[in-house]
Each structure stands twice: as C-alpha cells, then as structure tokens.
C-alpha cells in the first residue's frame, strides 16, 4: 500500500465523522470519540504494510510527482505512528472528558456542541502525519498550518468558559506571529538557495559571501519552530495556553504538536547539520536555546501551585532536554543511536508518561472539580491504585531509574557527555534535581497529606484501561527500550 | 538463577498489591530468599548464579546479576537476613499492611538488584527503586515530623542520587561499556584528569548515600521517623549501597583520581566518627541516638577504603570493610527492631521517660544489651572482628621507620570512637532497663517467642561471623 494512502484514510475518517455527526442525537456523542479512537486504531494498524516508493520502483503510484513532496522512510513512519497513537489517546480522553466539554459549549445535558472535538483532532493527525513525510519547506509548512489551525480551534473549543477564550486568543495571536517568522524565514532561505527542497539546501555551498542571508533564513525558521517547540524565549504562550485549554486539547498540545515541531526541526537542521560551514553555528544556535529551556522550564515549575499548569512548565523542561540531544549533534552509529534517534525515543517516552498523567488530571478535574496540587490531596488514601500509577507516571517525569523517562534522560546525558557539551550537561543535572523537587511535590500532596473532605475518585472505564495501559508501559519501556529503538532502524 | 533471589520479593510484592496476605506472603518470600541467599553464599562461584538478559542493544545494556566476587555474595547474605528479620518484627497500623510490607518488600528487591548487578545502568537503577518507598513509607507512616523529614531525606538523596549519576555516566562513557567488568577491564581509558573529577563526583554522591559528614544531617531524623522495617532495612542494608559501590566501581576504577581526595576524605570521616559521635552523646531519645551512631560507624568503613586507597595492594582493607559492612548491618537492624519493640511496650522513646524495664521485660533487655555490646565492638561478635580488621588494615602497610601516613593517624584519632560508643550505649542501657522502674515501664509487656525470633535470627549472625570470622572473609579472599 501508497504510504500516502494513510494521509488519505486519515482525512476521510475526519470528513466521515464531522458528517455522521451531524445526524446523531444530541444525547451523547461518545460514539463519534470511540469511532474515530477505532478508525485512527485500523490506520495505525496499516503503517505496518505502508511502503514508499523505494519497496516497488515499477509501480505506477511509485513514478508520480508527489514523491517530490513526499517521502517515507523510517523516521515518516515512526512519527505517523507516534501521531496516529497520540490522536487516539486524546480522543478517548475527550470521550471521558465530554462532561466539562458540554457544559461549556451548550445548554445543559445536551453534548450538541461536542461532536466536532473529536474530528478536530483527526485532521490535525492527519497534518502531522504529513509532517512526518515532508521533503521540501513548502509542504512541511502546509502540514504544519494544517496542524495549527486545528489547535487554534480546539484550544477556543469551550466557548463558554473565559479561561478558554482567553486561551484561544493567546494562542491564535502568538501563533500567527510565529508563522510570520516561519514564512519569512522560508522566503529567505530560497531567496538564497533557490530551492525549497531540505535535501537540495544541503547541497547549496556556504561561500562567505552569500551565506549570511541564508543563516538569517534559518534563524527565522527556528524562532518559528521555537513556538511550536516551546523553547526559550518563545516559550510564553505555553502555561497561560496549556491552562485555559481544554485538558485533552493541552495533552495533544504539548505531545503531538511538539512532536510536530521536533520532526519538522529534525528534518530542516539534518541538511544544515552534514554541511561543514553551517554546524558549528547551527549547533551553538541549539546548545544556547536549549541551556535556557532547561533553565526557564524547570525552575519556574518549582513554584508552581497549579497541575495543569505545572505540566505546562514541564513541556517546557522537557523541550530543553530534547534541544539538548539535538546539540550533541550525533549521528547513529554501531557505538549508540544519534541524536534523531534519541530525541524520538525521548518523545515516545515523553508520550506515554505525559498522556497517562492527563487522563488521571482531566477525571480529577471533573470529580474534585479543580487542577491545583491540592486537589490532590490524599488519593493515596481515597484511592491507592490510582495514586500508585500516577506516582509511576511523575516518577517517570521525573526521570528515576527503570521507568521510561529515565532511559530518554539517559541516553540525552550520554550524548551530551560524548560531545563534550559540559554547560550543557551541568545545567541538565540541575534540571533533573528540580524536576525531582516539583513532581515529587504532586507525589507528597497525594501520600503524605490527608484528603479532608476530597471525594474518592473513580476513574471511568475507558480512562482506567488507558491509566493501565500507559502505566504499564512506562515501567515496560523502562527496563525495555528495544521495542522502540527497533521502531527507529 | 540469581535473578529468582532479585524478584522474589518484587513478586511478592505485586502479589500483596494483587490481595495476597501481606504479612503471610512478606514473611514467606522472605523466609524463601534467606534460604536461596544462604546457599548462594555458599555456592557463589557457581556460574549457574549469572544471568544475563540483553536489554539494548546499542549501547549494550544487559539485565544482568552475578557475583564477581564475594563481596556481592555477603552483601546479598546481609539484605536476606535482615529482611526476613524486618518483615518479622515489623507491625503494621490497622489497614496499613499491604503498604507496610509491600515497600519492605520492594526495598528489598531493590537492594539486592543493586548487588546483585553485573551492569552499571541496573546497578544503579535498583538503588533508586528501592528509595522510593523508603521516602514514601516515612512520609506515610512515620513518626513526629514525618513530613518535613521526608521531604528533606527525599531531596537529600535525589540530589546524591543524580550527583552519582553524573559521575557513573562520565565513567561508562570513558570505558564506553556499561558492564561493570568490561569497565574495570577498559580502566586505562581514564585518563587522571578526568580521574579526579570523577572521583569527587563519586564520593559526594556514594557519600550522600552512606551519609558521609557533612552530608549526614537527613539520616539521624530519617531514622528516628521511619516505620520500624523501614528504618532496619534502610540503616542496615540500602545504606551499605554507597560503600558497596565504591568498592566495586570507584576504586577499582580511580585509584589516582581516589588518592587526590584522600586526605579530605580521612577529614570527613574523622567528622563522622569524632563530630557525630559527639552529637549521639548529647542525643535525648533512643531513636535519634541510634541514627546518629549508624551515622558515626560509617566514618570506620570509610577508614577501610580509605585505606585501600592510599595502599591499593593492601590485602586487609576490602575484607575489613565489608565484614564491618555485615556487621553493622545486622547489628544496627537489631537495634532498631528492638527500638521499636520498646516503644510499643512502653510507650515512649525519651531516655528521660524510661528506667528500670530490665524488671518487667528482662528478656528484652538482654537481648538489647547483646545488640548494645555488638554495637560497641564486644569481642565474640562481629563488630568487633570488623573493626580490628579495620584498624588493622589501616596499619597493614605502614613502614614503620617512615613514621606515620595520614592513614595511621586517622586511625589512631578514630579508635577514640570506640569509646565515645561505649559511652552513649552503656548510658542509654543504663538509663532505659535500669534504675528504678517508672510509671511507663512498671507493666510493660516482654517479648514473646515469636517475638525473639526475628532478633535471635540476627544475633546468631552477629556470633556466628564474631567467633568465626573466616566463615565470610573465606568468601572474601
């Protein structure tokens, strides 16, 4: 099968569902969520028999013009599946969140307003997938935006609620300037180049004379993907948006659409990184952005009262770990995986912890109905079970041994230490031990404090399975890695 | 087959989550694993002990135990016993089990995976597993301030947590394996330079972890507040981790690095043995004052590989420190079991609130003066064959017409330890079984046989090893 085929389906299961949609009772719209959960499940079963052109050479879909556009290789597949699994995860913790969805965006015991919070987010699947296969700037800036636009209406999406709409205009506002910058910067690299093409701009040789408008273009570009990242100084929209979004809009926020910017980045900095003369700078660009990443992130999380909000600081903490991977500027080799391969791993890991945490955040939001730390309060109590897989998860977060999160922070440490990034490494550790203190924080609120008068909290059955699953997985990829690094050969 | 001895508890652990008896299946995995722990001991050059399970491939990263020698083998001995013994002393709060024996369980899962180890990564990942629930369990079920002591001791071993992490990745990269013999076999790949910044990262780290002065201050409080299992299992065997590691990693690895820190380390661990031991002196409460003394008997075993360091061929300073290592455990695991027992009889743990409960419990309080005397270093019991192997070692290489190293006169300094011990243990035996009986201690109730068991379990391995020594420095050698 085309590999573009899954793009295709994916599109179409948008379409499908936003029309269903409009025929069914206004009752309850779950149905549309578990629909397209089974839908992104069957495309994400088809990545397996998707091939490029490479497989059949004498196919007729293998010779048309959109392989210009279009590639599919190992790091396209393993991002589709990465955007395709994360789609599903958020679209059944819609499901499960459609109570507060509802009671902001229509009257009363009517879910009216919530049918189209589950197609949204196919199409902006269906634009990372793209994203993951894009060759040339053009189309990775066409999937990106397709991303984007998406997100400036799912944050908006609970009209009623001021916190959202205050969202909602943050994002769309700060989003739109850095698309500027990204187009801006676009239309300067191929004023100097003449292509748009990633592979090509590798090939356009850095003469002293006519490289500083090109590395103007790629300062600009990567202001643009420092928004869509979360990267120091374009950081700012992130915990003001991340709070007033609705909750499995900020999950797919701060996974997807930072995996988005992170293949994007992958794929522009790749060329720019195999030619002499543009990695050096482009490489001490990476290591500065990323040292205030992981200075901003983790140490304004340390104050931080709010879960939601918290999470927010920690997306950034996390970009800055990733940053740091990629300013180590390593190509896999028989020795160990290079950066590309290790920032995937990081963000598969950063996936499944992040995601975990938000299911057990959106049903504490909805029963305790607040998102503080103290809202927390004593679960280890009301609610042992749940309060062990969600210390798994923070743990995770946090970074300690045998979970996944500590094979990611891992494998970044030993990349960086290989390349000698010695202030990159040293600010890390400091990260590391205050991302201890402020998710251990979530931790201590739970065992340590007694509930009062907090209600038990009961996790519904799709969120309990998925809490289960994503747990599991955690502890699995902690002491098991291969799984994923085969997903990378 | 060293892998069933790992997970024994860790699946006994899952099965109390799953709604199996707590107490029951704790004592049973445990009563299991000191039987397999004893014939490992006995059998640890066995290859069929190795087990190996690759992980990753690139880097290669193997789930793999062994014992490279016997060092590991007595370690393991050390975390069976006194977990059985745990398990069996400890009594949990009303609807508090699972949690209570479960986080024994899984601290004793975590500390025999750490030396158990063949790889660097799981060597240092079990370590952290098994804090977890130490941190948890005082926060929980701790006593006074629990709390703000958690929370301290959380942060102070983090930190020492990620500090060691930096310098055993630094390390792994250097060597560019993370199979700890293919590290000491690849040992010329560290260079001096980098030897001695490692060398300071590992002994801050290992040090927090050992609760090496001045980065003591979280264990006295940690100690006197965790759940009794808590408290032996942490006190006697997962704070053995820090010194395990550096015999095993550090100074196979960096003995110049080591040597260029010898001297603030003799310093440290003089703080250790001399300051600290002031301090358990001036200690109000039978608790805080057993904290500080495991605190200041660490300072003897920093002696010994202070001593390996200075003399890397020296034949006596590894075998000192581990059977010390042993020795501690076990002895200060019983006194902390006995603590707690005379909490629960009495009521109290002020020395100034007890007097004269050898009259109303006199089993109890023989048992506590044979854990008192071992703690001392009491010929016939192992402290004291650990620590005149110390002393001894630190001596073994001194030429005598060169006068004396910095070595010697850090030893000659310490052995005023023995007598600071001498005078807080005999005084609070003084102050708690003798004397006139008071109003708490006039109807406290004796210890019963199932009682004894668990504290005749450690005593007869603080004998054993103190009248015959050989029986583990065979196994070291």
């Keep these: 099968m085309p590999a573009y085929y899954l793009e295709a389906l994916t599109v179409t299961l948008g379409l499908i569902l936003l029309m269903a949609e409009a025929f069914v ?101 269906a634009g990372m997938m793209f994203l993951a296969s894009a060759k040339d700037l053009a189309g990775a800036f066409v999937a990106l935006e397709l991303v984007t636009i998406t997100f400036y209406i799912l944050v908006a999406y609970m009209r ?106 992958i794929r522009f900095l790749e060329p720019l990184l195999a030619s002499e003369s543009a990695r050096g700078p482009v490489l001490k660009l990476l290591i500065i952005l990323s040292i205030a990443t992981l200075l901003f992130g983790n140490l304004a999380a340390i104050p931080q009262t709010n879960f939601k909000r918290l999470l927010a600081y920690s997306s950034i903490a996390h970009a800055g770990f990733l940053l740091l991977a990629l300013a180590s500027g390593a190509s896999g080799s028989e020795e160990g995986p290079g950066s590309t391969q290790v920032v995937s791993l990081y963000l598969a890991t950063y996936l499944i912890m992040t995601l975990g945490v938000f299911f057990i955040l959106a049903q504490v939001r909805i029963q305790r109905d607040g998102e503080s730390i103290q809202d927390f309060n004593g679960l280890g109590q009301t609610n042992p079970t749940l309060a062990l897989a969600l210390t798994i998860l923070l743990a995770a977060l946090a970074g300690v041994p045998l979970t996944a999160g500590f094979i990611g922070k891992f494998f970044v440490f030993s990349l960086a230490v290989k390349a000698g990034l010695w202030a990159g490494v040293g600010v890390a550790f400091i990260a590391a031990a205050a991302g201890f203190y402020y998710y251990l924080n979530v931790v201590r609120a739970m065992w340590w404090v007694n509930p009062g008068q907090k209600a038990e909290v009961s996790l ?30 | 087959m060293l892998a069933l001895i790992v997970f024994l508890p860790i699946i006994a652990f899952i099965a109390i989550l799953l709604g199996a008896p707590a107490r029951l299946t704790a004592i049973g995995a445990a009563a299991a694993n000191l039987a397999l722990g004893i014939y ?50 400890g009594k949990a709060p009303e609807g508090r089990e699972k949690l209570y024996f479960g986080s024994s369980l899984l601290m004793s899962g975590g500390a025999l995976g750490a030396f158990a180890a063949a790889d660097l990564f799981f060597f240092y990942a079990f370590h952290e597993l098994a804090l977890i629930p130490t941190f948890l369990m005082i926060g929980i079920l701790g006593r006074g301030d629990r709390k703000e002591i958690a929370w301290k001791i959380t942060i102070y071993l983090g930190l020492g947590s990620i500090i060691l992490l930096a310098g055993l990745v630094w390390l792994a990269n250097l060597t560019g394996t993370y199979d700890i013999a293919g590290m000491i076999a690849a040992k010329d790949r560290v260079d001096p330079v980098s030897q001695k ?48 590691g550096l015999l095993r990693v550090a100074v196979p690895l960096l003995p110049e690095g080591l040597n260029a820190w010898l001297i603030p380390l003799l310093v440290l661990l003089l703080g250790n043995i001399l300051w600290c031991g002031l301090v358990t002196i001036s200690q109000k409460r039978l608790d805080g004052m057993l904290g500080n003394s ?99 070692s630190a001596f073994k290489t001194c030429d005598g017409t060169a006068g004396l190293g910095p070595v010697q006169i850090a030893c000659i300094l310490s052995i005023w330890g023995v007598v600071i011990s001498a005078v807080y243990m005999l005084r609070a035996y003084r102050s708690i079984f003798q004397g006139p009986a008071v109003k708490s201690t006039e109807s406290a109730a004796d210890l019963t046989l199932v009682d004894r068991i668990p504290a005749v379990i450690l005593i007869l391995a603080l004998f054993a090893v103190g009248l015959y020594p050989n029986l583990l420095l065979n196994l070291l050698r």
Excluded at chain 1, 104 to 124: M, R
Excluded at chain 2, 51 to 69: I, K, Q, R, T, Y
Excluded at chain 2, 205 to 225: M, R
Excluded at chain 2, 339 to 368: H, M, Q, V
Aim: glycine share 10%.
């Design chain 1, 25 to 125: 009772s206004s009752k309850s719209k779950a149905w549309v969520g578990i629909t397209a959960a089974l839908g992104l499940g069957v495309i994400l079963a088809l990545t397996t028999i998707a091939i490029g052109p490479d497989a059949r050479p004498d196919a007729s879909w293998a010779k048309w013009p959109l392989w210009n556009f279009y590639q599919f290789d190992t790091l396209a597949r393993f991002y589709k599946i990465f955007a395709l699994v994360t789609t599903a995860f958020v679209v059944l913790l819609s499901v499960d969140y459609r109570k507060i969805l509802a009671r902001f965006t229509d009257h009363p015991g009517s879910e009216n307003g919530t049918g189209e919070f589950y197609a949204l987010p196919v199409f902006a699947c």
């Design chain 1, 160 to 265: 009623r609620n001021v916190g959202s709409l205050e969202a909602g205009v943050k994002y769309l506002i700060l989003g739109a300037l850095s698309t500027g910058f990204l187009v801006y910067g676009i239309a300067w690299i191929y004023g100097t180049t003449g292509t748009m093409s990633f592979s090509e701009i590798s090939n356009f040789k850095f003469q002293v004379s006519n490289s500083s408008g090109l590395f103007f273009g790629i300062a600009l570009v990567m202001v643009g993907l420092g928004f869509k990242i979360g990267a120091v100084p374009m950081q700012v929209w992130i915990p003001d948006v991340y709070q007033g979004a609705p909750t499995p809009t900020t999950a797919f926020l701060s996974v997807g659409s930072k995996a988005a910017g992170f293949i994007l980045m």
């Design chain 1, 460 to 489: 519904p059955v799709i969120s309990k399975v998925c809490v289960g699953v994503l747990t599991v997985a955690t502890l699995v990829l902690g002491i098991w890695p291969q799984p994923i690094l085969a997903l990378l050969k």
């Design chain 2, 40 to 89: 490992a001991a006995f059998t640890w050059q066995c290859s069929c002990w190795a087990f190996s399970l690759p992980v990753l491939e690139n880097p290669a990263l193997h789930l793999a135990f062994g014992f490279p020698d016997g060092m590991s083998a007595v370690m393991v001995l050390l975390t069976v016993i006194v977990t059985l013994a745990a398990v069996l002393s």
């Design chain 2, 197 to 244: 910044s490692i060398a300071a990262l590992l002994l801050v780290g290992f040090g927090t972890l050992v609760s090496l002065f001045p980065f003591h201050s979280w264990a006295a409080p940690a100690y006197a507040s965790a759940p009794a299992p808590i408290a032996m299992l942490h006190a006697g065997v997962l704070k053995k981790f820090g010194l395990y």
């Design chain 2, 294 to 392: 495991s605190v200041m008997h660490m300072g003897y075993i920093f002696l010994a590989i202070a001593a390996l360091i200075a003399f890397p061929e020296n034949p006596l300073a590894q075998p000192a420190a581990v059977l010390l290592m042993f020795a501690h455990g076990v002895s200060i695991a019983l006194l902390f079991g006995l603590a707690d027992r005379i909490e629960r009889n009495t009521g109290s743990l002020d020395l100034s609130d007890l007097g004269g409960l050898a009259k109303s419990a006199p089993k109890l309080a023989f048992i506590f003066g044979i854990a008192a005397m071992a703690s001392i270093g009491l010929p016939g019991l192992a402290n004291f064959s650990g620590e005149v192997l110390v002393f001894l």
